[in-house]
């Protein structure tokens, strides 16, 4: 029986610590994100809690916005996102499109706090990332619009549902009580969102 080739161990340590690096990284830059904001966060203050070097941001991953981006492409859009599950009618789609939202919250709350932070700081300091939210809502007013529009055919969803004006009005009824949320912290989100999310769905299949 041949042994393993000891070199290998090394790398392989080597790959855990930097996995383990980089959650650490993300997790600080989550948290200080949603604490104080994207542009009033530094590039050390995230090295620092995160346990590292002042510069291992910068190190990692050159900049802090390249920081950010990587949290939007690998955390932001897998949670919520992701593909419905099988099976859904339409009206299921659409709720299913918004149930994310909610199971996030109570799940991540720090992770949903930033991401409505940088929502909000598109308009100003961080305008580079306006296109990226605006595929972003775009997609989701999409998903929630191609299920209602499934629902009329299958039956799920009352003839009387404008899906483009549902779609839209879910993504403003969402900013709206996620920046609420983010001015007052102890505020209900998860509560207000699934009021919504029932009423929505009550609406949308009242015939």
Known sequence: MSLP????????????????????????????IAEKGFERTTAIEI?????????????????KEALLESLLRNEYEPLLLAAAPEGLDGL??????????????????ALLRAFFTV?????????QLRPWLTDWLSRFEAEVRSGLREG???????????????????VAVGLGVGFRWTLEPSRDFVGEWTNYIDRAAAEWQRS
Request: proline share 4%; aromatic share 4%.
């Open 119 to 127: 929502c909000f700081e598109t308009v100003g300091p961080i305008e």
């Open 47 to 63: 090295g620092e809690r995160a346990g590292y070097s002042r510069s291992m941001v910068r190190f990692r991953y050159g900049s």
């Open 92 to 109: 299921g789609r659409a709720l299913n499109a918004l149930s994310r939202i909610c199971t996030a919250a109570q799940t991540q709350p």
């Open 5 to 32: 080739d000891s070199s290998e161990q090394p790398i392989r340590s080597q790959q855990v610590r930097a996995v383990e690096s980089t959650r650490r990284l993300l997790d600080a830059a989550i948290e200080l």
């Open 152 to 170: 009329i055919e299958d039956g799920s969803v009352g003839a009387h549902v404008d899906p483009e004006l549902e779609g839209q009005r879910s």
